[in-house]
């Protein structure tokens, strides 16, 4: 459903300028709703803060993409994410599928996580979240790309904060059938913790191997992932390389113990993790293991993941541009 203007308005050449309107995609899932209660209130403050916009409801998953993707084929190259980092992801692989040159981002956080939006300080409050839209800072900031081989053709996918194989993806898993509003990813954590088992890992980045079994293995261009997990503190959103993170398999014991270090950034002091930075890397598994990327879960390994350096722009508080 597309409505205040439709797509139609991008057919065509034209020029891109600051006054060409911004494409929003609004997530009506994301945060169990919240962006659809909201919608009103968000397209009020948009309008009073003379943000001019077109904007799209989308109405299954994976619609974001089609949606942005005709969007920057028709000339497109703002667009603004209402939702979680489902919502970045898929409106980011729309633009990029399209080819869109000097695309700009931007996130009106409505998500159960938004782990992206963490590392920026991009706050969660509408009113806030559009005045940065309107001040207008951007940044640029690397994309990963994961290529996984389905019967050997290649299938790829880009992502913008971490991609990860082991517990995360597990728990992403889990929490596809749980329908307990903000306390879902709760659940499914917990959940995970009683019953994940370690897969045979082989993470293989130039010279850093390693090849056990394994919690878990992140390609991390941002901090945050998981609901605020500070898994990569030392990330660099724009350095061309992912943070590698590995943590060996640990016992429940260990885990609860040392689980406060996914949280106060404390995660690379563990004598269990082994960390690199690569703009490339692989990840095979014995069996093969579900691969999540900025929450969304998108294939199995193997998986080659690399960095297309600077590949986006976005829009950021004025301290981070």
């Known amino acids: 459903m597309v409505v205040q203007g439709d797509l139609d308005a991008y057919s065509g050449a034209m020029t891109i300028s600051a006054d060409t ?45 089609a949606l942005a993707r ?9 667009f603004i994410c209402i939702g979680g980092d489902g919502t970045l992801n898929e409106v980011l692989n ?14 009106i956080p409505v998500g159960r996580g938004d782990d992206w939006a963490r590392t920026f300080g991009i706050p969660r409050d509408f009113e806030s979240a559009v005045r940065l839209i ?5 940044t640029q900031q690397d ?32 929490t596809r059938a749980l329908r307990l509003g903000p306390l879902t990813y709760l659940a499914g954590l917990l959940q995970g913790f009683l019953t994940f088992r ?48 590995t943590v060996g398999e640990v016992t429940k014991g260990e885990l609860v113990v040392n689980l406060r270090r996914l949280f106060d950034g404390t995660l690379p002091e563990y004598d269990k993790v082994k960390m690199a930075r690569a703009a490339q890397l692989r990840v095979e598994a014995m069996p093969p293991a579900q691969v999540q990327a900025d929450g969304e879960l998108l294939g199995q390994t193997p998986v080659t993941f690399s960095v297309l350096p600077r590949a986006i722009r976005v829009v950021v508080p004025g301290w981070a541009a």
């Not at 919608?39 to 619609?63: F, K, P, T, W």
């Not at 056990?212 to 991390?220: H, V």
């Not at 959103?237 to 590698?244: L, N, Y």
């Open 21 to 65: 309107p911004w494409f929003a995609v609004l997530n009506p899932a994301s945060g169990g709703g919240r962006g659809l209660r909201r919608r009103a209130r968000i397209e009020r403050l948009l309008r009073e803060r003379g943000v001019d916009y077109r904007l799209a409801v989308s109405e299954h998953a994976g619609q974001a993409i």
């Open 70 to 78: 005709d969007a920057a084929r028709g000339g497109c190259r703002r």
């Open 198 to 245: 370690a897969p045979q890992l082989r993470v293989t980045a130039g010279a850093f191997v390693r090849d056990e079994k394994m919690f878990l293995a992140f390609a991390a261009v941002g901090r945050y992932c998981g609901g605020g997990m500070q898994v990569a503190p030392g990330a660099i959103v724009d350095d061309g390389e992912f943070d590698v993170v």
């Open 94 to 107: 729309g633009v990029l599928e399209a080819g869109a040159g000097a695309a700009t981002l931007a996130l």
């Open 143 to 174: 994309v990963g790309v994961a290529v996984f081989d389905h019967g050997g053709t290649a299938v790829k996918r880009h992502f913008i904060n971490v991609a990860g194989v082991g517990f995360d993806a597990y728990v992403v898993q889990r």
């Open 134 to 138: 309107a001040a207008g800072h951007t």
